[in-house]
């Protein structure tokens, strides 16, 4: 039976898998961070994850996010300007005539009273 001597214990190395990052800092910052980032692991399991699946999965969540937000940047603007008009055109018939609208919240009439006075 083999023993280990003390001074081959300095010369072995790491345990893998190392869990370092799971130990929390000592500064007040990084423990405010640490804590944030074990939350957010253990609420969508990404502790069970591998580095590389993290990595390919919130890569993956990132270009979503960002393709959704160009998409509503972009397109919603101008869809809420069809679907206003669509509005307009199934309340009361006609379409065209935006004042209509605005007529009937009673926004427009408060602005500039007489502007829909041929109304």
């Known amino acids: 039976m083999s023993t280990i001597s003390a001074?081959?214990?300095?010369?072995?190395?790491a345990p893998?898998?190392?869990h370092a990052f799971t130990r929390p800092p000592k500064s007040a910052i990084g423990l405010f961070f640490w804590r944030r980032r074990m939350w957010f692991?253990?609420?969508?399991?990404?502790?069970?994850?591998?580095?590389w699946e993290k990595l390919m999965l919130l890569t993956m969540l990132g270009i979503t996010l960002i393709?959704?937000?160009?998409?509503l940047?972009?397109?919603?603007?101008?869809?809420?300007?069809?679907?206003?008009?669509r509005a307009v055109y199934y309340l009361w018939g006609q379409e065209g005539d935006e004042r209509i609208l605005w007529q009937w919240l009673g926004a427009g009439a408060s602005a500039s009273p007489g502007l829909y006075k041929e109304l």
């Open 16 to 18: 893998r898998p190392d």
């Open 41 to 51: 692991e253990s609420t969508f399991v990404l502790s069970m994850l591998e580095p």
């Open 73 to 85: 940047v972009k397109y919603l603007p101008q869809h809420l300007v069809i679907m206003q008009r």
């Open 7 to 13: 001074s081959t214990l300095p010369s072995l190395p």
């Open 67 to 71: 393709l959704v937000m160009t998409g």
